[in-house]
Each structure stands twice: as C-alpha cells, then as structure tokens.
C-alpha cells in the first residue's frame, strides 16, 4: 500500500510552466510503476504519462507529447510532472496514482487499473 499527495498546481498563463510533485509514503515507491491522470469539469478522467519502477521507461498521452515531462525520485520517493508551453485545454484536476508489482506496463495508460490515487492538484490555464 501507498499514499499520495500531489502539489504544485496552480494559475498559470498560457505557454508557461508548471511542475507538479506527487509525494509516496507507507511503503517505498520504487516497487510501483506510477502515472498521472487528469480530469476536466463534466470529463473523464484521461491519461497523462507514466513512469517505470526505475524511471527508465516513460509513455505520453499524444496530447502532452514534446510538452510534458514525467520523471521521478525513488530516493526521495517522489514523482515529478513538468509540464512547458501549457495550454487552455491542459485545465484539470491531476492525480497521481500507482500501480501494484504485479500489474503489467502494458495497461499504465488504463485509469482503470491503477491500485491507489492522490486527491488531486488543480492547474488552470488562462489563456
């Protein structure tokens, strides 16, 4: 089991940045691969990226591609998001989840599958 909780998000002008941190406590986060999500008002919720257990292996929704930037700490047992030339569609809710060991990379885009959830940061883009 872990707990998380995202930070970072905030009002930020179009075309600029913003990091968000998804803090890991309970048990070390090295052993889950880990993803975060969003969810806009009266959506559902959509992937973002996802991380390895080791960060060696990341994947983008199309939408944030070359824009986004997932990455992660297991010593400090934190996940990063950096997001760059931000948009008025990247407004939402974003979570961070994790994923058990036993669960395959293969469905790290799946919202469905993710074993534990943050209680979301929200990031606003004005435009």
């Known amino acids: 089991q872990v707990q998380l909780v995202e930070s970072g998000g905030g009002l930020v002008q179009a075309g600029g940045s913003l990091r968000l941190s998804c803090a890991a406590s309970?048990?070390?986060?090295?052993?889950?691969?880990m993803g975060w999500f969003r969810q806009a008002p009266g959506k559902e919720r959509e992937f973002v990226a996802a991380?390895?257990?080791?960060?060696?292996?990341?994947d983008y929704a199309d939408s944030v591609k070359g824009r986004f930037t997932i990455s992660r700490d297991n010593a400090k047992n934190t996940v990063y998001l950096q997001m760059n030339s931000l948009k008025p569609e990247d407004t939402a809710v974003y979570y961070c989840a994790a994923v058990e060991p036993g669960t395959a990379w293969s469905i790290r885009s799946n919202v469905y599958e993710y074993d534990y959830w943050g209680q979301g940061t929200q990031v606003t883009v004005s435009s």
């Open positions: 309970g048990r070390t986060s090295s052993r889950y691969y």
């Open positions: 991380i390895s257990r080791s960060g060696g292996s990341t």
